[in-house]
């Protein structure tokens, strides 16, 4: 951690800091190396927690039972989140009762923030997935919110994974909070192009998004199309709450598959199993 990260009250950074991993360019954080070395095997599952929708114990229950069904990895965020406390105490607990169990597997997941505006940083997570919307038509989106959370992002120390977040469609709340030109889900030349400047821009990660709930999850081709182009870390999500569509979501290319809304219903542990059973028969 930088030197006074806790109490300076500054907006710069000591030009006499100590490089961290997570502020060098050229170092690869632990989290993200975890997440390349386990997606090299096959696919993963990441339950997406929205601390708008939980309660810190109920954040903290859900993730553990998503983690006993399969999910290896946690992350926390949502489009609407408003208050930074909330997101700092559902963060907490979850990796509070991550740290005080037993179970080997759960104290392995990390707890990685996906954040939606400058309110998404917490210093208690493992890293963040500091993103920029690719297709907003909005610069705020793009590179301004960025500016504005990196303060935090470098006090707190947490590793920061550098991603490219996509939109398809105009009708989720993600679209819409984000202002996005929505990428057509029938086009999968326009993802890739999207793509393609997201790896010439050196972003490792890129996450494909229909949107929370969306009834039409981002199709194989498109997810084939983009990886035949790009070789980083590949994240798909919204509307899979099927092991069909998860499996297919995986065997086109997907490294990460995240899960949100599905969390949320009564006993979606049978379903997440059976999604994380079904992602697993495509390991490499
Ligand atoms: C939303 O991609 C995630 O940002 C997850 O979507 O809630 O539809 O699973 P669901």
Known sequence: MPPNAQTSTSTTPSSTTTRKPGHDLTNIGPV????????????????????????????????A???????????????????QGRLDSVVKAIKGHRQSHQNHARSQVPVILFP?????VSRFADAILFSSLLNSTNPYFIVGAQALGSIEV???GIESIPMAYLVFGNSSAT??????????????????IYALAAKYLGMRTLYLEAGSGSGEPIP?????????????????GGGLTTPEAAKRAAKAGA???????????FGFEKTLRQITISIRSQSK
């Open 154 to 156: 470098y006090k707190s």
């Open 65 to 83: 039972r998503a983690i006993d069904a399969g999910a290896s990895l946690i992350l926390v965020g949502g489009s609407t989140l408003a208050n």
């Open 116 to 120: 939606g505006n400058i309110t998404g």
């Open 220 to 236: 194989a081709e498109t997810i084939r199309a983009v990886r035949r182009i790009y070789d980083g870390l590949l994240i798909v």
């Open 175 to 192: 679209s819409f909070i984000g202002q996005v030109n929505g990428l057509p889900t029938s086009k999968p030349n326009l993802a890739v």
């Open 32 to 63: 993200e190396k975890f997440l390349i070395q386990r997606t090299k095997k096959g696919p993963l599952c990441a339950a997406l927690i929205d601390p708008e929708d939980f309660s810190p114990k109920q954040a903290s229950d859900t993730a």
């Open 255 to 265: 490294d990460v598959l995240v899960i949100g809304n599905l969390l949320q219903s």
